[in-house]
């Protein structure tokens, strides 16, 4: 199953791809994941995406589509995929398309996880992730039993740095200058399905695998 999960940061791409990445035996590929982890790692390429990814701004084309093609070479991806925080404008959905094309594997859906505003924002302020196992929680809507501590492996929580009001703006505002254009994108390849994306975690899973279930 080829699918890209879409949304604005905070709605829940990240809990649902960990979700539905199991359920469906499909690796969840997370751009955020993957340039967090070049950035920890100090490679050349994590230092020319930090200085973006600390602005709220979209690291070049470049580098993500070409993450992303090393990422879906690899053996686990070949059944198929959930794509969370990619495509994120129409140059990258466009790069995605003929990247597939020539594979002859097309994407088969994708699923707008769609959240009013200013939950977005109690979400985003109050996110923590756990450093260990990368469960999420949020200090509003889902705190952790124990403060600071995961409930699944104890393992500490933090929270992200681009997660400040200043760049949570920033970010809010890319998605819809730059990301949002992509509903009409696939609204016009007729692959655009809709869920809400508000209420309980395992709700929305539900909704979303009813759509996965028919793609
Ligand atoms: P995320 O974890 O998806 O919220 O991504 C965190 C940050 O990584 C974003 O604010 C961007 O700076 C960068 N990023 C992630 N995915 C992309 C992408 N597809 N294109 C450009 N920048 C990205």
Known sequence: MRTVLLGAPGSGKGT????LSKKYDIPQVSTGDLLRAAVSAGSELGQKAKT????GALVSDDIVIGLIKERLAEDDAKNGYILDGFPRNIAQA????SMLAELNQPLQGVI????????????LTGRRTCKDCGAIYN????????????DACNGELFQRADDNEETIGNRLNVYQDQTAP???FYTKQNKLHSVAGVGDVDEIAQAV???FDTL
């Open 94 to 97: 466009e790069a995605l398309d």
């Open 52 to 55: 973006a990814m600390d602005a």
């Open 16 to 19: 649902q791809g960990v979700v």
């Open 139 to 150: 200090i509003h809507l889902s705190p952790a039993k124990v403060e600071g501590h995961c």
């Open 209 to 211: 695998s009813a759509v």
């Open 112 to 123: 707008l996880l769609d959240v009013a505003f200013d939950e977005l924002l109690q979400r």
């Open 182 to 184: 992509l509903i009409d």
